[in-house]
């Protein structure tokens, strides 16, 4: 699981102003294979400057804080409008998704997608607010985020995701999706300013496709 809620010394003013007109556009551009997504529950698109409250309100969580591995713990306000603008400035990964309620368009979390090196592997991340959790929301998200990125890329052959080793939270969501346990190791923790234990899982385009109604997944 991993968080893309960085701290930045800068302004947003005087970074935007290194820009020219020509780089503001680029988001947009990054943004055409990121459609909005629609599950049963969910709807999944970039997130905006209305729901700054509401992300500053469930990040500022130790609990949530302490399982992704780039987000600050104390979260401010501050904090949640940077997010909102690196994101929409193409900053963090190249699909940054607001997870909402269909009902009613409430914030509950985001998720995201960040290429690697290679080409061929991406890898997700995800974090609910607590009040939102073990109620199937965040598996219900993964799944949508999964289909698009074989369904929208054919060039990426496999999925990665991670979770630290004491979050059986998000161990059994990564496993509902179909990932199958690689490895174990070490990664970074903003909120904590240490690494932390974590087990490292993936997906490849094969498996997906056999397990693609999702009814086939325990």
């Known amino acids: 699981m991993q968080g893309e809620l960085i701290r930045v010394d800068q302004s947003r003013s005087s970074r935007e102003d290194q820009r020219s007109s020509k780089e503001r556009l680029r988001p947009e551009r990054l943004r055409t294979d990121c459609p ?22 469930l990040a500022n969580n130790a609990k949530v804080a302490t399982m992704v591995s780039r987000m600050p713990h104390p979260y401010t306000a501050n904090d949640a409008a940077d997010f909102v603008w690196r994101s929409r400035n193409g900053e963090i990964g190249k699909c940054v998704y607001a997870i909402t309620k269909a009902e009613n368009g409430a914030f509950m979390g985001c998720c995201g997608v960040e290429p690697h090196s290679d080409g061929k592997t991406v890898e997700i991340g995800y974090w609910l607010g607590e009040p939102y959790w073990n109620q199937g929301y965040t598996t219900e998200a993964c799944h949508a985020l999964v289909d698009m990125v074989f369904r929208t890329r054919q060039d990426v052959d496999q999925i990665d995701a991670r979770c630290r080793v004491m979050n059986v939270a998000s161990r059994r969501v990564i496993q509902k999706c179909g990932f199958q346990f690689q490895g174990s190791g070490l990664a970074a923790s903003l909120a904590l300013g240490s690494n932390v234990p974590v087990e490292w899982y993936r997906l490849d385009r094969k498996t997906w496709m056999s397990l693609r109604s999702w009814g086939n997944i325990a």
């Open 36 to 57: 909005v997504l629609l599950s049963e529950r969910l709807v999944m698109r970039a997130p905006h400057e209305e729901d700054i409250d509401a992300l500053a309100h």
